[in-house]
């Protein structure tokens, strides 16, 4: 990141496929973080004018010099073409790659771990896939653990089921604290939010 880039916004990009049925599925965690970091910014996701997208446009950290411009947003056309309304909504907003921040689901992390970095490969992720083939891999992800599916089920299945009724006891307390480690990625930097969440 160049010294140019310090006051530029923020894109927090929040990953799921949109509709009623798939709002409690593993794959759409990165929605719900979203939706907790929205609400806490007092904001209302709305539709984007350019892009496919509803997004939230405020400010995370204390208030003063300190807090930084955020534009949280969930792409509306499902996991595997999130790539376009990314690359729209931050040639709309003129936020440099780097200041982007997906927030997705990983299966090679247990449930509730967080793991946070910059770039990297997509390891089978539709959603970063497309990311990535859109605007290159400079950007960081908040890796959200949901595990590998039991038995011989299905990735594809596992990936869009509701959390189980024990996971369901603990996903309010790891979405808050996956909203906390994108609000110190932001005000903090990538190093401090690792050494605080990377569990």
């Not at 939230?56 to 056309?77: D, F, H, N, Q």
């Not at 299966?107 to 959603?127: E, M, S």
């Amino acid at each position: 990141m160049t010294t140019d880039d310090a006051g530029a916004p923020w894109l927090v990009v929040g990953l799921g496929n949109p509709g009623p049925g798939y709002a409690g599925n593993r794959h759409n965690v990165g929605f719900m973080v979203a939706d907790l970091l929205a609400e806490r910014m007092g904001g209302k996701f709305k539709r984007a004018a350019k892009a496919q997208a509803q997004v939230v446009e405020g400010r995370i950290g204390p208030a003063g010099p300190g807090s930084r411009r955020v534009i949280l947003a969930k792409p509306m056309s499902y996991m595997n073409l999130s790539g376009g309304p990314v690359v729209a909504l931050r040639d709309f907003y003129k936020v440099p790659t780097a200041h982007v921040v997906a927030v997705h689901d990983e299966l090679d992390i247990d449930f509730g771990v967080l793991r946070l970095k910059l770039g990297g490969g997509d390891n089978g992720h539709n959603g970063l896939k497309s990311m990535t083939k859109a605007m290159g891999s400079d950007y960081h992800r908040v890796r959200f653990g949901i595990g590998r599916p039991p038995g011989r089920m299905q990735v594809a299945d596992f990936v869009l089921k509701d959390f189980s009724g024990a996971e369901r006891k603990e996903l309010d307390y790891f979405v808050d604290r996956g909203a906390d480690s994108v609000e110190c990625l932001v005000t903090d930097g990538l190093e401090r939010a690792q050494s605080a969440y990377n569990s």
